[in-house]
T-cell receptor
Framework: AQSVTQLGSHVSVSEGALVLLRCNYSSSVPPYLFWYVQYPNQGLQLLLKYTSAATLVKGINGFEAEFKKSETSFHLTKPSAHMSDAAEYFCAVTSRSSASKIIFGSGTRLSIRP | KAGVTQTPRYLIKTRGQQVTLSCSPISGHRSVSWYQQTPGQGLQFLFEYFSETQRNKGNFPGRFSGRQFSNSRSEMNVSTLELGDSALYLC??????????????FGPGTRLTVT
């Protein structure tokens, strides 16, 4: 079975500060991992994905995430927060099978203070 | 390629009625999944269809049903609506072909309000 835990349902940072959103996963098989972003009243948009090619993954809007197998983590970071980054972020895991469900975390709401 | 489209975008229904939501996946995607999103319960998986067959199912009552057509378009039906069914319903499609990494692409959602 697979699962995802996002630590912190709400994170608030100042504009220009480092953004760190935490995600830990559980998987008995090598996983694929994703981060999605959701703006109010919109669908989820794929930010980045880990598919084993490289442990440090770069995504859109300056975000990146590092896959750490020893820590079963896939934390999302951005060096300098922008007001437009305020949104909800979801971490997700699936296995390397087309028939597997994608399991989503409970989400982290990111607020940016001016 | 065009993205995932969902119709209608907004819907208001009365308790006891039934509703049908529609989803058109990205061209070439044969897998379509549906999710319910509410402030209290977050993002919850309803079901996945692949090649017109339900492949995975979440923990929802039988009032929630779906189907998929030969062109991969999918519909979701909710019968005997309850106030608690008010939510954003999201559809997502994914590629399952060779070389795919199975990420899902989401539509904008249908906002259902039950009064």
């Amino acid at each position: 079975a697979q699962s995802v835990t996002q630590l912190g349902s709400h994170v608030s940072v100042s504009e220009g500060a480092l953004v760190l959103l935490r995600c830990n996963y559980s998987s008995s098989v090598p996983p694929y991992l994703f981060w999605y972003v959701q703006y109010p009243n919109q669908g989820l948009q794929l930010l980045l994905k880990y598919t084993s090619a490289a442990t440090l993954v770069k995504g859109i809007n300056g975000f990146e995430a590092e896959f750490k197998k020893s820590e079963t983590s896939f934390h999302l970071t951005k060096p300098s927060a922008h007001m437009s980054d305020a949104a909800e972020y979801f971490c997700a895991v699936t296995s390397r099978s087309s028939a597997s469900k994608i399991i989503f975390g409970s989400g982290t709401r990111l607020s940016i203070r001016p | 390629k065009a993205g995932v489209t969902q119709t209608p975008r907004y819907l208001i229904k009365t308790r006891g009625q039934q509703v049908t939501l529609s989803c058109s996946p990205i061209s070439g995607h044969r897998s379509v999944s549906w999710y319910q999103q509410t402030p209290g319960q977050g993002l919850q998986f309803l079901f996945e269809y692949f090649s017109e067959t339900q492949r995975n199912k979440g923990n929802f009552p039988g009032r929630f049903s779906g189907r998929q057509f030969s062109n991969s378009r999918s519909e979701m039906n909710v019968s005997t609506l309850e106030l608690g069914d008010s939510a954003l319903y999201l559809c997502a499609s994914k590629s399952t072909g060779g070389g795919s990494t199975y990420e899902q692409y989401f539509g904008p959602g249908t906002r259902l309000t039950v009064t």
